[in-house]
């Protein structure tokens, strides 16, 4: 694993601290003491928050929107220098979308980072390093995204914080915009590292929460398929199946879809039949 990665190394300073020791070495150990518990404090306050947030927050929503914006929510109370926060997507196809803004300002420069194609987010997004896009000063010297930055100014931001996480399919950021140059403290990267595998973590969840919900209604269409061919030929549950596979790889559907088409078309048959006065409504 990469020693620089921010998420390694909060993982490793938590997992140090519940033994007394600071990943820092001997030397930090003796003269951080009181940084190292300080920390710890922290940390635990921080995880402790969210940790309350999320239990509170619908587990079965079928979108993952609430559970960002709790996560973007619990890193703006626990990092003093944000002061504006968001999730940015990008989908398989390129696609850049941003998700739990904290205010209108934050959305309208996550939507220029979309339009104009650069920004922290997007460096983040595809960085093959760290994964991190760390700008303290965005008013100081050779700006990154000239573009892009003098918008940013207009809104009041002066520092820059993003953090890259996988999502499956998908690659995130987790972006933390501060309102003074100077930008964020190593406590506070610690924290947003922290944050940053929350919303991975939810984002995760609720896809998988999703497919699992889709794999669901997809069985029960299956079977409710199975059921209208077994009835209409006379044939056994095997061969129902068989036939829906046969028929899907034909007309290139998915199974889901023609198992749905079935169920249609006996639906709107049934319906047609009644309509003529053919069957028994009972």
Request: hydrophobic content about 45%; overall charge negative.
């Given at each position: 694993?990469?020693?620089?990665?921010?998420?390694?190394?909060?993982a490793?300073?938590?997992?140090?601290?519940?033994?007394?020791r600071?990943?820092?070495?001997?030397?930090?150990?003796?003269?951080d003491?009181?940084?190292?518990?300080?920390?710890?404090?922290?940390?635990?306050a921080?995880?402790?928050?969210?940790?309350?947030r999320?239990?509170?927050?619908r587990?079965d929503?079928?979108?993952?929107?609430a559970?960002?914006?709790?996560?973007v929510?619990?890193?703006?109370?626990?990092?003093?220098?944000?002061?504006g926060?968001?999730v940015?997507?990008?989908?398989?196809?390129?696609?850049i979308?941003?998700?739990?803004?904290?205010?209108?300002?934050?959305?309208?420069?996550?939507?220029?980072?979309?339009?104009?194609?650069?920004?922290?987010?997007?460096?983040?997004?595809?960085?093959?390093?760290?994964?991190?896009t760390?700008?303290?000063?965005?008013?100081?010297?050779?700006?990154?995204?000239p573009?892009l930055?003098?918008?940013?100014?207009?809104?009041?931001?002066?520092?820059?914080?993003?953090?890259?996480?996988?999502?499956g399919?998908?690659?995130?950021?987790?972006?933390?915009w501060?309102?003074?140059?100077?930008?964020?403290?190593?406590?506070e990267?610690?924290?947003g590292?922290?944050?940053?595998?929350?919303?991975?973590?939810?984002?995760?969840?609720?896809?998988?929460?999703?497919?699992?919900?889709?794999?669901?209604?997809?069985r029960?269409?299956?079977?409710?398929?199975?059921?209208?061919l077994?009835?209409?030929?006379?044939?056994?549950?095997?061969?129902?199946?068989?036939?829906?596979?046969?028929?899907?790889?034909?007309?290139n559907?998915?199974?889901?879809?023609?198992?749905?088409?079935?169920?249609?078309?006996?639906?709107?048959?049934?319906?047609?039949?009644?309509?003529?006065?053919?069957?028994?409504?009972?």
């Open positions: 694993m990469n020693s620089d990665d921010p998420s390694a190394s909060a490793e300073t938590v997992r140090d601290l519940d033994v007394g600071s990943v820092s070495g001997s030397a930090a150990r003796s003269t003491a009181g940084v190292v518990a300080e920390l710890g404090e922290s940390l635990r921080a995880l402790a928050t969210s940790a309350r999320l239990v509170d927050t587990v929503s079928p979108h993952s929107t559970m960002l914006h709790t996560v929510a619990s890193a703006l109370d626990m990092i003093p220098s944000a002061a926060a968001s940015t997507m990008i989908d398989r196809h390129g696609a979308t941003t998700h739990a803004p904290s205010d209108d300002r934050v959305a309208g420069v996550d939507e220029l980072q979309a339009s104009l194609g650069e920004g922290p987010c997007i460096d983040a997004l595809r960085s093959v390093g760290d994964g991190v760390d700008v303290p000063d965005l008013g100081e010297g050779v700006v990154p995204w573009r930055v003098p918008h940013v100014r207009r809104a009041g931001f002066a520092a820059v914080l993003s953090f890259q996480l996988s999502a399919r998908s690659a995130g950021a987790l972006n933390l501060g309102r003074e140059p100077g930008g964020f403290t190593e406590h990267r610690l924290l590292a922290l944050f940053a595998d929350q919303a991975a973590v939810a984002l995760a969840g609720a896809r998988r929460a999703t497919e699992l919900t889709r794999a669901l209604i997809n029960e269409a299956i079977g409710r398929a199975k059921g209208v077994m009835e209409r030929f006379r044939i056994s549950d095997g061969e129902a199946f068989t036939m829906l596979i046969e028929s899907s790889q034909s007309t559907l998915k199974l889901a879809d023609v198992a749905n088409w079935v169920i249609t078309d006996a639906e709107t048959g049934y319906a047609a039949e009644r309509a003529a006065g053919t069957v028994d409504p009972a």
